[in-house]
């Protein structure tokens, strides 16, 4: 089907990534029936409160300018931006620091509803590993060398699950965050040692001129990309924090056990798919756009047959696969699936295809987007906090399935229109 449009190298690429997540995805999957009897509720309510925070923060540590790295078409521009990445990556870092160490425990207590905040120290390192990692991640889209991405993956997920698996047998507290973070370690280091050669030759082609050429031509980028995707964290991985707030860290900790799990095997394919069609997607911009608009409907289409049969036999049977494998203690976060599996859903046919958005230059549609996704799960969580946390959750699922499907409508047209 593809090979009229790409000449069989976009399905290999996918193949390659797909191969490589899936392999990367077997020991985390594998981990957790060890982790989930190793650690309780409260446990993976604070690793979802800190992966939260990490996330959020991690996604804007660049302003955004790691996606502009796909975008032009000379080279030494791409390397100017990848710099560009890493200092605004030093900045959001040095200003975590600062905020840890200058306001009171008693603060983070309050306003993340924690007992305790020891591990919050963490979070500059984990956010520079997070946001380095995904640096280096955009700038092998760019060259096209899926076979390293891949095997770096691979090596990252073991480096985590081994570790976290290591703190666990050793009863070690907050096992899990460490691993989460120190796991990061080796994967940074492959891409440091990977890209050596680059990285000794970037000094060459960048400069200051250079630099401050590129931050002004992607400025918006900064100006609409870095608060859009900062209410998009939040409205995703963040939604741990506002659950926290309203239900209690235990209920964040269902949730998270049920949301990571989950989407495990669904990145699988729809990461692999979504890292190739950017790089796909921008060169296809500026030289056969007429091919665009039915190469994103078969991108869709592709996901759909993949999503469909996995979310339907979760949703039925989640609590009782969730009890078999990961105790009876567990039985519940399984339950939690059918509520959110229409927002599962229609956010992952969405989210492979949302590089598009950069690509036809709609930052500020997706910053109103973001905006309004993000104030309406707050709202209804304040609205309905009363009520069943499964109801919320499932209000907050159709309410938020509506919005990317409107986004999804919009985007096709605008495909469409040129």
């Known amino acids: 089907m593809f090979e009229k449009y790409r000449d069989n190298v976009f399905l290999k690429n996918i193949f390659i990534l797909f191969s490589a997540n899936g392999v990367a995805q077997i020991l985390p999957i594998l981990a957790t029936l060890l982790l989930a009897r190793m650690f309780n509720k409260e446990d993976f309510g604070n690793l979802s409160v800190f992966m939260a925070i990490t996330g959020v923060t991690a996604s804007i540590a660049s302003f955004r300018f790691e996606l502009a790295i796909i975008l032009p078409k000379k080279i030494n521009e791409a390397k100017n931006l990848f710099v560009l990445s890493f200092i605004g990556i030093f900045i959001i870092c040095a200003v975590l620091c600062l905020l840890i160490i200058s306001v009171p425990n008693e603060v ?8 305790n905040t020891s591990y919050l120290k963490y979070i500059p390192i984990s956010v520079f590993f997070v946001a380095s990692i995904n640096v280096f991640n955009y700038w092998y889209i760019r060259i096209q060398n899926f076979k390293t991405l891949g095997k770096i993956k691979i090596v990252q997920s073991f480096s985590i699950a081994g570790l976290k698996l290591g703190l666990g047998f050793l009863s070690i507290n907050f096992g899990l965050i460490y691993g989460s973070v120190f796991g990061l370690v080796v994967p940074f280091v492959l891409y440091i040692s990977s890209c050596n050669s680059f990285l000794k030759g970037i000094l060459k082609t960048v400069n200051v001129r250079k630099i401050k050429l590129m931050f002004f031509t ?19 991985i963040g939604l741990p924090i506002l659950i926290t707030a309203f239900f209690g860290v235990e209920k964040a900790g269902i949730y998270f056990f049920c949301n990571s799990l989950v989407r495990l095997p669904i990145i699988v394919l729809t990461g692999s798919i979504a890292q190739v069609y950017q790089s796909s997607a921008a060169k296809m911009f500026h030289s056969s756009r007429d091919k665009l608009y039915k190469f994103t409907l078969h991108i869709q289409k592709m996901i759909g047959l993949f999503l469909i049969p996995i979310i339907l036999v979760l949703s039925v049977f989640g609590g009782s696969i969730f009890g078999l494998f990961f105790g009876s203690d567990w039985v519940e976060s399984g339950d939690l699936i059918k509520y959110i599996a229409v927002f599962i859903l229609f956010n992952n046919l969405y989210s492979p295809i949302s590089s598009i958005a950069d690509v036809l230059g709609e930052q500020k ?26 109801h919320v959750l499932l209000i907050i699922s159709i309410v938020g399935a509506l919005f990317f499907l409107i986004l999804d409508f919009y985007m096709k047209f605008k495909i469409k229109k040129i």
């Open 108 to 115: 983070f207590k309050s306003v993340l509803k924690i007992e």
């Open 218 to 236: 992607y400025i918006n980028f900064l100006k609409f990309s870095t608060i859009s995707t900062l209410f998009n964290s939040f409205s995703n």
């Open 365 to 390: 549609i997706i910053l109103v987007f973001n905006i309004c996704l993000t104030f309406s799960q707050v709202f209804l969580l304040w609205l309905f906090n009363s009520s069943p946390f499964k």
